[in-house]
């Protein structure tokens, strides 16, 4: 079994790859195995709605970075979906991977690609929006018919400069009960 995780954060290793990291531990002690997918070093394009894609599995603009992820999405038993608050949403490129995402599986309804698949989402936030962020990223899995992870409270932990989320024990504690739930999860649908 296999989990990626897709970091929306500008900063490779800021408090939104702090949270991965607790979740990652979880998963690697149950055996999983985990890639992170920082999207601070990617380019991705925001979707043309060509709708070009339609019976093609993937985007047909291979000019960025979007291809590669979403082959790796397409393969991974579970998807972490993380990004910090940045204007009241989740980051820009986040937003751009899971627009075009959404174009490609939408064109190609009956290959459900990513079906029965298990996602997490979580957000980091200086002091509001992470609902908002946590909401979107649901919205994509629910849409694609996928089991979505929860914890032992809302996927979201507080902190702005780098390392301030691990001040929040709680937002830490949840990490790690979603970590422990996402194995649970792929251990019984696998």
Same mark, same amino acid.
Request: with cysteine; glycine share 6%.
């Given at each position: 079994?296999?989990?990626?995780?897709?970091?929306?954060?500008? @900063?490779?290793?800021?408090?939104?790859?702090?949270?991965?990291n607790e979740i990652f531990k979880?998963?690697? /002690?149950?055996?999983?195995?985990?890639?992170?997918?920082?999207?601070?070093?990617?380019?991705?394009?925001?979707? @043309?709605?060509?709708?070009?894609?339609?019976?093609?599995?993937?985007?047909?603009?291979?000019?960025?970075?979007?291809?590669?992820?979403?082959?790796?999405?397409?393969?991974?038993?579970?998807?972490?979906?993380?990004?910090?608050?940045?204007?009241?949403?989740?980051?820009?490129?986040?937003?751009?991977?899971?627009?075009?995402?959404?174009?490609?599986?939408?064109?190609? @309804?009956?290959?459900?690609?990513?079906?029965?698949?298990?996602?997490?989402?979580?957000?980091?936030?200086?002091?509001?929006?992470a609902l908002n962020v946590v909401?979107?990223?649901?919205?994509?899995?629910?849409?694609?018919?996928?089991?979505?992870?929860?914890?032992?409270?809302?996927?979201?932990?507080?902190? /702005?400069?780098?390392?301030?989320?691990?001040?929040?024990?709680?937002?830490?504690?949840?990490? /790690?009960?979603?970590?422990?739930?996402?194995?649970?999860?792929?251990?019984?649908?696998?």
């Amino acid at each position: 079994m296999k989990v990626i995780a897709i970091n929306g954060s500008s @900063r490779l290793n800021g408090n939104t790859m702090i949270l991965i990291n607790e979740i990652f531990k979880q998963l690697n /002690q149950a055996g999983i195995e985990t890639e992170l997918i920082p999207l601070a070093n990617k380019k991705i394009n925001p979707c @043309r709605a060509c709708f070009n894609c339609h019976q093609k599995p993937n985007c047909i603009f291979d000019n960025d970075d979007f291809n590669e992820i979403f082959d790796k999405m397409k393969t991974a038993d579970g998807i972490i979906l993380a990004s910090p608050v940045y204007t009241g949403n989740m980051s820009a490129a986040l937003q751009a991977l899971l627009e075009r995402a959404s174009v490609v599986l939408d064109m190609n @309804r009956k290959l459900c690609l990513f079906k029965h698949k298990a996602g997490c989402a979580i957000s980091v936030a200086f002091r509001s929006g992470a609902l908002n962020v946590v909401d979107n990223i649901n919205h994509f899995f629910l849409l694609q018919e996928m089991f979505i992870v929860g914890g032992s409270y809302f996927p979201i932990a507080y902190g /702005q400069l780098p390392g301030e989320v691990t001040q929040d024990k709680q937002g830490l504690a949840t990490m /790690q009960s979603l970590g422990t739930n996402l194995a649970d999860l792929l251990q019984a649908l696998n």
